[in-house]
């Protein structure tokens, strides 16, 4: 009301000097253009920080140029079979590939584990290759999670036995250790000449002899499991693959990412949007990111992008149809930087399969902005396109290679299969998804409630 009144003097000063009426009005519409002009000036608002992700919203992963590889080896007695064959077995060799393929991603360290985990020096690892380094009579996994540097990328070889069936408190482990924290854990299933006792089978603790001999199809599986960030894991399955092409290999990947390429503002292009506007006031530098204008508050807003999904090597596929929206909306608060808006908002979400291109689809959001966004704040809309657990599919081998501690009879019993492999990797899924929240899109939206 200041600037109103101050121009009323103003003109009110030149009628009573008596000048030209043109000059005057003149006068009075280049002062209220300029107000106008200034008032909706590309002026950035106080922002004292670079705006960045709110927490829950996973970091950008950092390109990785050298990693520490710390490989952790179970010298329990059950895994003495893998070395008695000589024919055709791949782990034999594994000492060595597994030390050349550490090397060649940084700086590597070798341990053994049974009841605990003890570091190894120099060249000690290749005694793996030997029945006689197989002592140990308790599996415990778990220490290996307490003792493991979630920095390193973490590299467990095992059948995937825990004594006393214990995979509920190492998936817990797991949980708070490496998915709570946006890291991620792969698995890598191996067949391979087994001749020896394989121990504690099934409710009973049953004890059986087991020998594949050369027959291909009666290999016993052993497992690498891998922990870490992401890209070291990624990373390592790269070196992995092309330096082993192992008949009867499969591959399982937990992480936050399924697709190939990032679905985010990093990637996606705005393909149409209603009563907002792409802008460029606040200077976002995270590319995850989008600013945007507003129009009008009180008008429906929308936007939209597409997606295409395309499946990571070894990640689990996610089924469309079970795929849910998760909707989240911050704003900035001073100091005290990001905090979720509590209020009932109106934002919807809604995606289905593009008409143009397979396996693309086409999301489009809408809301009403004096409805979803805090007023005079800089708001985020954070929107997900999450699978639940059923959208979740593991992939086939597991089931194939699994057997059921119900199903063991010693009639029954085959020793080319992994007891509980499915309860196993069906609690990594389930671990995964109760803090990962893992997605196939994640949308930002930043704008300011004006």
């Known amino acids: 009301m200041r600037i109103f009144s101050h121009g009323r003097r103003i003109v009110l000063y030149f009628f009573r000097r008596r000048q030209n009426f043109t000059q005057i009005a003149c006068f009075v519409l280049s002062f209220f253009l300029l107000t106008f002009l200034a008032g909706c000036g590309g002026e950035k608002p106080d922002v004292k920080a670079e705006i960045t992700m709110p927490e829950p919203v996973a970091p950008v992963s950092e390109e990785i140029t050298e990693t520490v590889v710390d490989v952790y080896w179970d010298a329990t007695y059950s895994m003495q079979g893998y070395t008695t064959i000589l024919t055709g077995n791949f782990y034999r060799t594994l000492p060595d590939d597994i030390g050349a393929l550490g090397e060649s991603l940084g700086e590597v360290h070798f341990f053994k584990f049974g009841e605990d985990v003890t570091p190894m020096s120099g060249r000690e690892h290749r005694s793996f290759n030997n029945a006689q380094t197989y002592t140990e009579v308790i599996t415990a996994f778990n220490r290996v999670i307490d003792v493991a540097n979630p920095d390193h990328l973490s590299i467990v070889i095992t059948d995937l036995f825990e004594s006393d069936a214990d995979w509920s408190n190492v998936t817990k482990k797991l949980k708070e250790k490496y998915f709570s924290k946006h890291l991620g854990v792969a698995v890598i299933g191996v067949k391979n000449p087994f001749q020896g006792d394989i121990f504690d089978v099934g409710i009973d603790a049953a004890k059986f002899w087991y020998d594949s001999g050369a027959d291909v199809k009666k290999y016993r599986p052993f497992y690498l499991f891998i922990m870490g960030p992401e890209k070291k894991i990624e990373a390592f399955i790269d070196k992995w693959r092309e330096s082993e092409t192992l008949e009867g290999m499969e591959y399982v990947v937990f992480s936050e990412n399924f697709s190939k390429n990032a679905a985010d503002f990093s990637k996606m292009n705005v393909l149409a949007s209603e009563n907002i506007f792409a802008d460029e006031r606040l200077g976002i530098k995270d590319k995850r990111m989008k600013e945007f204008g507003i129009d009008s508050m009180d ?152």
């Open 299 to 450: 008008s429906p807003a929308s936007i939209k992008t597409s997606f295409r999904y395309e499946p990571t090597f070894g990640a689990c596929k996610v089924s469309i149809k079970n795929v849910s929206t998760y909707v989240e909306v911050y704003y900035l608060d001073g100091e005290e930087g990001w905090k979720v808006r509590e209020e009932d908002n109106d934002i919807l979400c809604e995606f289905a399969e593009s008409a143009d291109e397979k396996d693309t689809y086409d999301v489009e959001i809408k809301f009403t902005p004096a409805l979803s966004l805090v007023p005079g704040k800089i708001n985020l809309i954070h929107v997900a396109l999450a699978p639940t657990s059923k959208g979740i599919v593991l992939p086939g081998w597991i089931r194939d290679w699994n057997m059921a501690s119900y199903d063991i009879a010693p009639n029954a019993f085959d020793g080319s299969k992994t007891v509980n492999l499915l309860h196993v990797v069906g609690s990594l899924k389930d671990s995964m998804l109760m803090v990962a929240r893992p997605s196939l899109v994640n949308i930002n939206l930043v704008m300011e409630a004006r």
